[in-house]
């Protein structure tokens, strides 16, 4: 059994800063790609950031610059640093794991149960 996760989240004024923790558990021979997502009242789940294996990052072209994506193999953690933060980034933040539980079962997503950011004054 696999388990995602987050902490971090709240309420924080607009240009301000949170950094989102999503640590993973459970039964896991390789993690590929963890990285966060995120949905707004109303909206559609969309990509944040992702970082795969070997550290190679990506953003949305609405965050990048402003958030940084990390991940900390050994503790099969990933970080998500987020500055100069605004209205519109207010949504239930997600962590994402794409993985292998054991060496011969089939990579898969999986999903933490999500975290509030609310930027607001």
């Known amino acids: 059994q696999v388990q995602l996760v987050e902490s971090g989240g709240g309420l924080v004024q607009p240009g301000g800063s949170l950094r989102l923790s999503c640590a993973a558990s459970?039964?896991?021979?390789?993690?590929?790609?963890m990285g966060w997502y995120r949905q707004a009242p109303g909206k559609q789940r969309e990509l944040v950031a992702t970082v795969h294996n070997g550290a190679t990052t990506n953003y949305a072209d609405s965050v990048r610059g402003r958030f940084t994506i990390s991940r900390d193999a050994a503790k099969n953690t990933v970080y998500l640093r987020m500055n100069s933060l605004k209205p519109e980034d207010t949504a239930v933040y997600y962590c994402?794991?794409?993985?292998?539980?054991?060496?011969?079962?089939?990579?898969?997503?999986?999903w933490g149960q999500g975290t509030q950011v609310t930027v607001s004054s």
């Open positions: 994402n794991a794409d993985l292998s539980p054991t060496s011969y079962a089939p990579r898969r997503d999986y």
């Open positions: 459970g039964r896991i021979f390789m993690i590929y790609t």
